[in-house]
């Protein structure tokens, strides 16, 4: 199976802009999640979508937002960018079935944005 | 979700085997202790997962107390080529929401 791929991998935008992260899961799987990556936060999860719907949300501002398609296919913007959203977005996918213990998350490559 | 404590790093040669202790004292009954492996600019990879006891795969083993209040994930005879930030996450991973913390960066040196 191929794994999970986002695109663009690279990505410069200047402050006030707004972007658009793509992601495909691998092949079956429902659940898609969004985390960002910086070197002063960390990894911190940003939100998560199963069957179309988000069932997760982290800590983020409203300039944050996701959508997942029939297809599982998943999208992230963010609008007003500021210099601060400079980091690596990942997507994870899984199976997502609910109330199993044992689903893990597969990461994509990341996009690496750039706010000037 | 458990807050985990893990060192910030380690440093170890190849062919060594590498054992990192993470610790998750408020573990709740249904989580489970998962690893993940992280290299520069790629995203996480699963490594290993376990609820008690000992698990190992073909990448590295995982030993849980009787009180899961630990766990320590053994990398065996490592190469260069583990050198990575390994992440410890204490969770029930339903709902796709993984808390990740600080990780361990490890050096592996020739």
């Known amino acids: 199976k191929a794994g999970v791929t986002q695109t663009p991998r690279y990505l410069i935008k200047t402050r006030g802009q707004q972007v658009t992260l793509s992601c495909s899961p691998i092949s079956g799987h429902r659940s898609v999640s969004w985390y960002q990556q910086t070197p002063g936060q960390g990894l911190q999860f940003l939100f998560e979508y199963f069957s179309e719907t988000q069932r997760n949300k982290g800590n983020f501002p409203g300039r944050f937002s996701g959508r997942q398609f029939s297809n599982s296919r998943s999208e992230m913007n963010v609008s007003t960018l500021e210099l601060g959203d400079s980091a690596l977005y990942l997507c994870?996918?899984?199976?997502?079935?609910?109330?199993?213990?044992?689903?893990?998350?597969?990461f994509g490559p990341g996009t690496r944005l750039l706010v000037l | 979700l458990a807050k985990t404590t893990q060192p910030i790093s380690m440093d170890s040669y190849e062919g060594q085997e590498v054992n990192i202790t993470c610790s998750h004292n408020?573990?709740?009954?249904?989580?489970?202790i998962t690893w993940y492996q992280q290299f520069p600019s790629q995203g996480p990879r699963f490594i290993i997962q376990g609820y008690k006891t000992k698990v190992t795969n073909e990448v590295a083993s995982l030993f849980i107390p009787a009180d899961r209040k630990s766990s320590t994930l053994s990398l065996p005879r490592v190469s260069l080529s583990d050198t990575a930030v390994y992440y410890c996450l204490a969770g029930p991973l339903q709902g796709g929401k993984l808390i990740f913390g600080q990780g361990t960066e490890l050096s592996v040196k020739p």
């Open positions: 408020n573990i709740a009954t249904n989580d489970y």
């Open positions: 994870a996918s899984s199976l997502g079935t609910s109330g199993n213990a044992l689903v893990t998350q597969y």
